[in-house]
C-alpha cells in the first residue's frame, strides 16, 4: 500500500489533471484530507453521475 505522502500527492495530481480537463470542477471541495479520500472520490462520482468503475476508468485515462 502507498504511504501516506504518496497517497496525498497522487490524490492532488489527480485533481488537477481533472480540473485541466473539466474546468468547472470544484476542486476546494476536493482538497486531500487525511482518511476521507473515500468521500472525496463518492463526491467525485456524484459531481460526473459515474459509477465507480466508471470513475476509474475516467481517472485511469488521465
Do not use: H, R
Not at 488537477?16 to 463526491?43: D, R
Amino acid at each position: 500500500m502507498e504511504n501516506l505522502i504518496e497517497l496525498k500527492a497522487n490524490w492532488n495530481e489527480m485533481i488537477w489533471k481533472l480540473k485541466e480537463k473539466f474546468s468547472l470542477l470544484p476542486t476546494a471541495e476536493l482538497a486531500y484530507v487525511e482518511g476521507k479520500q473515500n468521500e472525496s472520490f463518492n463526491k467525485l462520482q456524484v459531481i460526473f453521475g459515474k459509477s465507480k468503475e466508471d470513475m476509474n476508468k475516467l481517472i485511469s485515462n488521465l
